[in-house]
Each structure stands twice: as structure tokens, then as C-alpha cells.
């Protein structure tokens, strides 16, 4: 059975980097920063002027979980990925970061309220 959670739509867009030569940034302008053989990858607040490849966030903030609750990733990823919608996942301690195109927000939006979860969306 899907795990309804409570989402909300982060209203500020962000930008995905691959660093390959870096081990962190240039600057503390990040969200969050995975090092792996490859380089870095940086989640960053996109800067006002940034057009393309700009990701909205959906973070479910009221429904936080323990590490070893199961399934919560998957009850979100799960419809995303079967809509065809790509994703990229940020995980904090109590919930997850679910970054999706800004193209293809509208959509995940609607994919995620008729899987059952319950989306705000604040402008």
C-alpha cells in the first residue's frame, strides 16, 4: 500500500552541478553536496537570472520519517518514474528532497495527487 505523505513545493528553483576536478565548491552558496570517484555534485538555489535547467523541489516536511521507515522514497519516485518524469533526490534525516525539471513540475504535481499524496503549493 503507497505512504501518503504531505508535500510542498520549495518555491525557489534550483540548479544540479557536476564538479569532476573539485572536492567542494568555490563558495558556501549550496544545499547539499555529494562527493563521489566522479567528482561533485552541488544542489544550489538557482540565481534569479538562471532560465534553463531549473529543478523545483518537493520536501515533505510534515510528514518526516526515520531512517529505516520503508518505502517513503519509492511511494514518491515510484508514480514519478512511471509518468516518465525524471528525478534527482536529495535525502535529509527525516524526509527527502525530490527535485523534478521545472518542465515537468505541473505534471509531477498531478502524478503525485493522484498517486495519493497531498501537494501545496505556495507562489
Known amino acids: 500500500m503507497p505512504l501518503s505523505q504531505r508535500l510542498t513545493v520549495v518555491p525557489t528553483p534550483f540548479l544540479v552541478e557536476h564538479l569532476p ?4 565548491p568555490e563558495d558556501d552558496e549550496w ?5 563521489a570517484p566522479e567528482g561533485l555534485t552541488v544542489i544550489r538555489e538557482a540565481p ?3 532560465t534553463e535547467d531549473r529543478w ?10 526515520g531512517l529505516e521507515t520503508t518505502g517513503m522514497l519509492a511511494a514518491l519516485v ?6 516518465q518524469i525524471p528525478v534527482f533526490v536529495a535525502s535529509t534525516y527525516h524526509a ?3 527535485l523534478v ?4 513540475l505541473d505534471k509531477a504535481i498531478t502524478t503525485l495527487k493522484t498517486a495519493g499524496h497531498d501537494i501545496t503549493r505556495n507562489s
Request: aromatic content about 8%; overall charge negative.
Open 21 to 24: 576536478d573539485a572536492t567542494l
Open 31 to 35: 544545499i547539499a553536496l555529494v562527493r
Open 48 to 50: 534569479h537570472y538562471a
Open 56 to 65: 523545483f523541489g518537493l520536501y515533505g516536511s510534515d510528514t518526516t520519517h
Open 78 to 83: 515510484t508514480p514519478l518514474a512511471d509518468a
Open 96 to 98: 527527502d528532497l525530490v
Open 101 to 104: 525539471p521545472e518542465r515537468h
